[in-house]
C-alpha cells in the first residue's frame, strides 16, 4: 500500500472520462448485445475435470440437472474449439503447468469458471501438493463454491455467467490493443 | 491372519525373523531383516503351504527420533489359503536401500515407486526406479516426518520433453 | 487359343503381387493421452508408441490429482480423517468412510452396536450401485452408447437423493464415525429406498439390455485386455477385477465384517478375464448389493447407532449442555480427538473395486501418525503397459474403464 498518493494530476483529470476505443455507439451497442446473447447460449465448454466434482459435472451435463438448456451442452475436448473453460476439481502442482498450457491454447473470447472449492482456492488440501485455487494461474470469471457443489449450484454459477458474458463489450472484429501489437 | 505361516518363517530363516508382539485385531506380525525380505517373500510366495500369491501392499513408515528412523510394511496375503501376515522391515538413515520383491510379484512395482518418492527409501533391483506422485524435478520426500505440510517448491522452468517415453530426469537412471 | 494367364512363368514367384502385400515401411508414433483428456478418468497420463493401430509399448503417468492425503491427515484429529477419505473413492464415499471406521476401530478394540453395522452396510451397498453405475455408464459412453449414461446418471442421481436425506450431502458423505454412523434414518426412508431400489433396478436393467447383447458392444469388448488368473494374483487386483479373472476371492466371504456373515448373498465369478467380464461383474454386482439391501432392512432393528463411550463418540446434546462431564467430553474429542492406543493396525474391506486397505499407525495421541492406504485400483492401472501390449489404441478407453481407475483413491 502506497504512504502517499501522488495527488499532482488530479485536478487535471475531468469529473468523467472516456476513453474513445471503448465508446459504443447505437449501433455497436446493438451489435454488442447481439453477440452477447449469441454466445452466451452457446457456451461450448472444456471440461477440465480432475476429481471429485467431476461426478457433479457428469450429473449437470445429464439429463435431470441438463445444462443443455442453457445453451452449454456441448463440450468439446479441445481447448482450439471450446471457449469455456470449466475447472472441475483440484489441481496440483504437477497439473498446474497442464492447465496453464490449454488456458493459452484456447482462442478468445474464453471464459474460465473454477468449479468447487479446490479449483477456487485449494479446498481444504492445504498442503504441499495442491495449487491454492486456479486463479494463481489463469484468470478466473465465476467461482462456484461446493464440495462438491450441487447441481443447481452449478447452474446458478453458469447464469451468473451468462450474465457477465452479455454485459460485455462484443465487437465484431476483435482487434488487438496498439500498444500490445507493437510491443510483440 | 496367520500364525502358522510366522512359525514357518521363523524356522525357515531364524536369524533374520523375529516375532513382534501380537498387534489389535489378532495381527500377525514379524520383523524381517532388510538384506533378507527378498528371499523371504520369495519363500512365502512359493511354499505350498504358504502361498501368498498377491502382491502384497507395501508401504513405509517414518519414526523420526528412533533409531532405525525408517519402516517398510509388507502386508501380505493368499487368495487361495486366505491368510494374512506383516512384515516389517527396518531401515536406518544411513542406508536406505532394500532389496526389492519386484521379482518375486509384479505388482509391488508401483508400492516401491511410492516408498522411494514420499520416504526416499531406494530399492535396488526395481524395473523402473523413478517417483511415482510427484513430478520429476521435486526436492525432497513429502510424506518424512520433517518435511512441512505446506512446503512450497522452488519454481521450475517449462520444459519441452523431446522423448515422451523417456521423460525428463536424471540421465543416470535410463 | 491360349488359356494361361499373362503373367510370370510359375517359375518365377508372382512378384507384383508380393511387393504389393510386403509390409509399408513405417515408423512407430508416440501419442500422449495427457493428462486432460476424456477418457482418462480423473487425470492419467498414458503416452503410447503406436505401430499403426497397435500399442507397441506403453507408459502410465500419475501423480496428476496428488492432494496429499496422507500427510493432510497426520495433522487432523482421526475423526476429522473422514471428510478425506470421502474424497479417495468419490463415487463410493461411504465405503472409504466405512473402511476407515473399521480399522481405528480395529486399533481400539470397538464393537460397534447392531443397528450401526446394519446402516454402515445399507449405505455401503447404496454407494456400491452408484459406483457400479457410474462405470457402466462411463464405459457405455465412452465407445459412444450415450444413452446407457444418461440412464445410469439419472439411477445414480435417485440413489443420491435416498443418500442424501441420511448424511446430507449427495457425494462426499461423511456419514460414518468411529464407534458407529453420524445419525439415524429419517422416517419413512426405508419405504422410499425400497422404491428407489426398485426404480433403479429397471434402470439397470434397460442398460443391460441396451448394452449386453449388443452387438457393438461385445465385439469391442470380448476378448479384448484378457488378464490370466495368475497374472492378476501376480499384480495383486482385488474385486471385480480379479474375480473377472477367475479367482473368486471376495473380502466380504473370506474375512467377514460388520454383518456380511449373517447376509445372504452370491459372489459372481467370470471365467475369461477379458473387458466384457469384467463389465458383467459389475452388472451382477449390483444385483447382489440390491439383495444385500433388502434383506438389512428385513432385518434392521431399533436401537443405538453408536457405541455409548464418551471416549470415542460425541456425547448427546442434552448431556453436553447438561451435565460436566459431556462438556468435558465433547471438547476433548472435538480439540485433541480420540485417543487411539498407541500401535498399528491395517483394517481391509470389500470396496467397489477391490479391497481398500488402510494401515494406520497412532502413537497414542489424537491424531493418525501415518494413515497408508491401499488403495484397489492402483494394481490395475500398473499392470496396463503389460496387459495392453499389442492391444488396438482402440482397445485402451474400454480397458480404462473396466479397470474403473478413480483418480482420487489411486491419486490419494
Known sequence: MPSEIDRSGISAVPAVATRRDEATGFFQGLVSKGLGWARKNSLWQYPFVTACCGMEYMSVASARYDIARFGAEVPRFSPRQADLLLVVGTVNCKQAPVLKRIYEQMAEPKWVIAFGVCASSGGFYDNYATVQGIDRLVPVDVYIPGCPPRPEQVLDGLILLQKKVQAQQHKLIDRIPAQLAAGK | ??????????????????????????????????????????????????????????????????????????????????????????????????????????????????????????????????????????VGHPLRKDYPLRGRQPLTPEREVADLFRGPGPESRD | MSTHSLGPSESTPPLGQQALDAPIDSQEMVVNLGPSHPATHGTCRLVVNLDGENIRKMKVDIGFLHRGFEKSCESVTWGQVFPY???????????????????????????????????????????????????????????????????????????????????????????????????????????????????????RDTIDALLTRNRIFMDRTRGVAVVSRADACEWGYTGPCLRASGEPYDVRKAAPYLVYDRLEFDVPVGTRGDNFDRYLMRMEEMKQSDRMVRQCFQRMEPGDIAVRDFRYVLPPKPQVYGTIEGVMAHFKLVMEGIQVPAGEAYGYTEAANGELGFYLVSDGSGRPYKIGLRAPGWPMVASMPVVLKDALLADLVPTFDTFNMIGGEVEQ
Open chain 2, 1 to 138: 491372519m496367520s500364525q502358522a505361516a510366522a512359525e514357518a518363517l521363523l524356522a525357515r530363516f531364524p536369524s533374520d525373523v523375529t516375532r513382534a508382539p501380537v498387534g489389535p485385531g489378532g495381527d500377525d506380525v514379524v520383523f524381517v531383516k532388510k538384506e533378507r525380505i527378498a528371499d523371504a517373500c520369495r519363500f512365502l510366495k512359493e511354499d505350498p503351504a504358504l502361498r501368498f500369491n498377491m502382491a502384497p501392499y507395501v508401504t513405509a513408515v517414518d519414526y523420526l527420533g528412533q533409531e532405525p528412523r525408517f519402516e517398510v510394511v509388507y502386508n501380505l496375503y493368499s487368495s487361495s489359503l486366505n491368510h494374512r501376515l506383516r512384515l516389517r522391515v527396518k531401515v536406518p538413515e544411513s542406508d536406505l536401500a532394500v532389496p526389492s520383491v519386484c521379482g518375486v510379484w509384479r505388482g509391488a512395482d508401483w508400492f516401491e515407486r511410492y516408498c522411494y518418492d514420499m520416504y526416499g527409501i531406494t530399492f535396488p533391483g526395481h524395473p523402473d526406479p523413478r517417483r511415482l506422485f510427484m513430478y520429476e524435478e521435486f
Open chain 3, 85 to 203: 477419505t470421502d474424497r479417495l473413492n468419490y463415487v463410493s464415499s461411504i465405503m472409504n468412510n466405512v473402511g476407515f471406521a473399521l480399522a481405528v476401530e480395529k486399533l481400539c478394540a470397538l464393537q460397534v452396536p447392531d443397528r450401526a453395522q446394519y446402516l454402515r452396510v445399507v449405505s455401503s451397498e447404496m454407494h456400491r450401485i452408484c459406483d457400479h453405475l457410474t462405470m457402466v455408464g462411463a464405459m457405455g459412453l465412452e465407445l459412444g452408447a450415450m444413452t446407457a449414461f444418461l440412464y445410469a446418471v439419472e439411477a445414480r442421481d435417485l440413489m443420491w437423493d435416498r443418500l442424501t436425506e441420511i448424511c446430507g450431502a449427495r457425494l462426499t458423505s461423511n456419514y460414518v464415525r468411529v464407534g458407529g454412523v453420524a445419525r439415524d434414518l429419517p422416517d419413512g426412508w426405508v419405504e422410499k429406498t425400497l422404491a428407489t431400489l426398485d426404480r433403479t433396478a429397471e434402470l
